[in-house]
């Protein structure tokens, strides 16, 4: 039987690394695109190279999502059966500062896959879009959301996810390609990227617990979130594109924490003894040592907060 073919952007990135061992798992010949960095990129999917290199079933290719031609290139090539689009400027935080690369990427990168297929006229040919919780923006009362909830994004990361989504719903009515917008809610692990929250937190504290002495600075603590763990996440991209029909999921675990909560669940797994002093900016955090002083271990930093902060 003729094996698939895949084509994963963002493949060096925490989803499209696990994305990929997956695909390739379920005999998929997997191609994934990578942007050019002038260091070193790849350490998510370099072990995957290693392993598959010789069966010729893994394959990485430059390419951007602001670059047109190159996404054409490979998919005029490729042809692939499945389209996976989780590259992006994937960083709430840092979307403030670089609002309009954000846009490029993010937003109309998605349109040009689009774009490629359309004009390429590849009926068969399936499209993931990576659309997250972000869309929804303010939590409402209830903090419950489904495919039907008002989408009022809160962030310029949320504003150009909110353009792919339109757009991949559009060229799937207009056009009739498959396509479809998975919501996620966030999902974490290992190879989650070091600035996010969960990351940054059991960085610091596996450190202090080998004895670093450096503080933990944070924003804000009150922020909850829904946290799943991205290895089941990229099986569920990967189901939304064997339904018989296109359409739009959500999907979270459905029951979500306070970044405090977070920490409090760490310590208390690394046996840390600890205490929450103040509130607001001047929240602090002190570990209490075997001898019975205290050290500082997290205090607040108003430059982790968020233009719009949501908690
Ligand atoms: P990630 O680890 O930040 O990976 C993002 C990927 O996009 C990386 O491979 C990155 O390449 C690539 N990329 C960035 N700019 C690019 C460009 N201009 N052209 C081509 N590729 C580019 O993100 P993730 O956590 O795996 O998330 C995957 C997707 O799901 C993203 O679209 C994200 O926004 C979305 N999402 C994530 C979550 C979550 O909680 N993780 C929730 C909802 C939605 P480099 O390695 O070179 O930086
Ligand atoms: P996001 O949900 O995609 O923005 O994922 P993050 O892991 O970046 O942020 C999760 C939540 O943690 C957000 O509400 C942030 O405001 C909050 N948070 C609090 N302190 C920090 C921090 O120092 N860094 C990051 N990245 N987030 C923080």
């Given amino acids: 039987m003729k094996k698939k073919i895949a084509l994963i952007s963002g493949i060096t990135g925490q989803d499209g690394s696990y994305l990929a061992e997956f695909l390739l798992k379920k005999n998929y010949i997997v191609h994934g695109i990578k942007r050019k960095s002038s260091s070193f990129n790849t350490e998510r999917v370099d ?22 031609n190159s996404l054409f290139n490979l998919v005029h090539k490729i042809k692939p059966d499945e389209i996976y689009n989780l590259g992006a400027q994937s960083h709430v935080g840092h979307s403030f500062e670089i609002p309009e690369y954000t846009s490029e990427v993010t937003g109309i990168g998605t349109l040009r896959f689009l774009e490629a297929i359309r004009f390429l006229n590849l009926k ?27 989408l009022v994004p809160k962030s ?14 559009l060229y799937r009515e207009a056009y009739g390609i498959f396509a479809c917008n998975g919501i996620l809610f966030n999902h974490e692990s290992p190879r989650r990227g070091e600035t996010f929250v969960t990351r940054k937190i059991t960085m610091f ?20 979130r829904d946290w799943g763990h991205a290895k089941d996440y990229v099986e569920l991209q990967w ?9 739009d999921y959500v999907i979270a675990t459905g029951k979500s924490y306070s970044v405090k909560e977070f920490i409090n669940f760490c310590c208390n797994y690394l046996k840390f003894k600890i205490i929450w002093k103040g509130s607001g900016l001047n929240t602090k955090c002190f570990l209490i040592k075997s001898d019975g002083s205290k050290e500082l271990l997290i205090k607040i930093d108003k430059k982790y907060y968020r233009p719009v902060d949501i908690d």
């Avoid at 072990?47 to 602001?66: A, C, P, R, T, V």
């Avoid at 189901?239 to 359409?247: E, G, V, W």
């Fill in 239 to 247: 189901k939304m594109l064997q339904k018989k029909t296109p359409t």
């Fill in 124 to 150: 068969k040919t399936k499209f993931y879009q990576a659309s997250t919780s972000e869309l929804f923006g303010q939590k409402d009362k209830r903090n419950v959301f489904s495919e039907r909830s008002n």
């Fill in 47 to 68: 072990h995957i190279y290693e392993n598959y290199q010789k069966s010729k079933n893994f394959y990485l290719h430059y390419g951007d999502l602001i670059d047109s």
């Fill in 205 to 224: 504290l596996a450190k202090k617990y080998f004895g670093s002495k450096e503080v933990l600075k944070l924003g804000n603590i009150n922020a909850k």
């Fill in 156 to 169: 310029p990361y949320g504003v150009s996810k909110l353009y792919s989504y339109w757009i991949t719903k």
